[in-house]
């Protein structure tokens, strides 16, 4: 005779779970927000370089307001100067470094604390935590980078037009700025964090992040193709050629600045590079 075997029945997984929903990416990325606001020194930070980015603005707009009268006929009729006041190397500069610092700091900090392990515990698909801290750092710096834009473009309209030195947004040059400003902040971030899944180590992390984003395009001048070619492949190289010139291609200096369509693919392969690199990391890595 055989003897009867009992079959547990199966349990559906929001049953398991204390019939608490299953978790939804929404959620991951609520998650992903509360970790970064608790940092400290985020709304520092954040409130510090919007603020920066605009009185960088205002100061160089000021500058040329007071010049104005002593500049030579052809650069008051010409008045590139105000596209340059309007997005200052100074201001923008300081904002990739911030915004790749923060983009590390958002990955660095969870694995200097252990709390990666309790993460990755909660969240066993992998993919799904790097896809939520990209999605939050892409939103805030977006949202930041726009806000700084605008501020650092109407500023610079405000003091300079008192002078009847006016930069049209149909003018060749400056929309463009304005997005090309507008999206560094999340290029340079989402770089950051690709970088700090890659290195986890704090110390490294930044001085990597500082390197790639600031310092690497000095090393290589454009005076030899292969040279320039690298130099046109750094991000800040692509920002200088999509906001320190306007007017037709033609009129812009080739061998200075990454071609438009060069400078807009470089903006999409550093962070698509940064993200996948995030991707295969932490499926082959221990935590």
Sequence with gaps: MTAAVSVPPVIPSAEVSDGLPPVRFRDLVAAE???????RSTPWALGFITVFVIVCAAGASYSDYRNFPGMDPETQQARQFALHDAFPSTGYLSLMLVAGSLGAIAVVSEYSSGMIRTSTVAVPARSSLVMAKVTTVTVLWTVLGTVMTLGSYGVSQLILGARDVWLPLDRPGTV????????????????????????????????????????????????KPWSAAVNHAMPVSAWQGLTQTWGSPAELPADRYAPVAEAWAMYAVWPLIAVVLSLLVVQRRDV
């Design 33 to 39: 927000w509360i970790k970064m606001r608790s940092l």
């Design 176 to 223: 463009q700025a304005l997005v090309a400003s507008a999206l560094l902040a999340p290029v340079s971030a989402l770089i950051g964090l690709g970088l700090g899944f890659l290195i986890r180590h704090s110390a490294i992390t930044m001085v990597t992040t500082t390197s790639v984003l600031l310092l690497l395009p000095s090393f290589f001048a454009t005076n």
